[in-house]
């Protein structure tokens, strides 16, 4: 199965666009690549995903590589709020999703 | 608002005890999910189910078994709990293989004694 590669960490001071980068040099064409949070205590929250376009929704933007071997989250203005664990998993057409195990990312006021 | 819920946060058990953690999607989803989640290992799938009475394992499906005798009802058995088996249990659901969100639960935390 595809893996991801993610930073174990990021920071970001608040109202501040955080870039949080993930790998994934061994997708295959019909993966999908999706993006969840979570929170202390929580189950993780779905924040965006894509295929191969470039993807907006209220949450966030997703940046896809051409070739699709790597991709971004953008948080266009982090508050404390969105200190969470940021997980970048493919889906597979089967419906099967691998977990690593994400970016932390810590806002500072 | 759509809702995955589990039937306990926190659970204790004995080694050996046969373990049954529920749960249950409002949603009318196809895909329903099961996975586990330790420090420093993320979330590992141990099972899934794509339909009723279908079911496909994951990357960690020793030890457990599933049943999705109804579409909104997916659990997880462990035939005889032991101690490595202690951990965050997370369900989810979602509507079709890929290309929608994934809904989780809020986890049961597994204590094996």
């Known amino acids: 199965d595809a893996k991801t590669t993610q930073p174990n960490s990021m920071e970001s001071n608040e109202e501040e666009p955080v870039h949080l980068p993930c790998n994934h040099s061994?997708?295959?064409?019909?993966?999908?690549i999706h993006w969840y949070r979570q929170l202390p205590s929580q189950g993780p929250e779905y924040v965006i995903h894509?295929?191969?376009s470039n993807v907006n929704n209220r949450m966030a933007s997703l940046a896809i590589a051409e070739d699709r071997k790597s991709s971004t989250l953008i948080l266009h203005r982090a508050t404390l709020r969105d200190a969470a664990v940021y997980y970048c998993i493919l889906v597979t057409n089967a419906g099967k999703s691998t977990f690593g195990d994400g970016t932390t990312l810590t806002v500072k006021p | 608002d759509v809702k995955v819920t589990q039937s306990s946060r926190y659970l204790v058990k004995r080694t050996g005890e046969k373990v049954f953690l529920e749960c249950v999607q409002d949603m009318d989803h196809e895909n329903m999910f099961w996975y586990r989640q330790d420090p420093g290992l993320g979330l590992r799938l141990i099972y899934f189910s794509y339909d009723v009475k279908m079911k496909e394992k994951g990357d960690i499906p020793e030890g457990y078994s599933v049943s999705r005798e109804k579409k909104e009802r997916f659990s997880l058995i462990l035939e005889s709990a032991s101690t490595n088996q202690t951990s965050m249990y997370l369900c989810?659901?979602?509507?079709?293989?890929?290309?929608?969100?994934?809904?989780f639960g809020p986890g049961t935390r597994l204590t094996v004694l």
């Open positions: 894509g295929l191969t």
């Open positions: 989810a659901s979602r509507q079709d293989r890929a290309g929608n969100e994934q809904f």
């Open positions: 061994t997708i295959s064409g019909t993966d999908y």
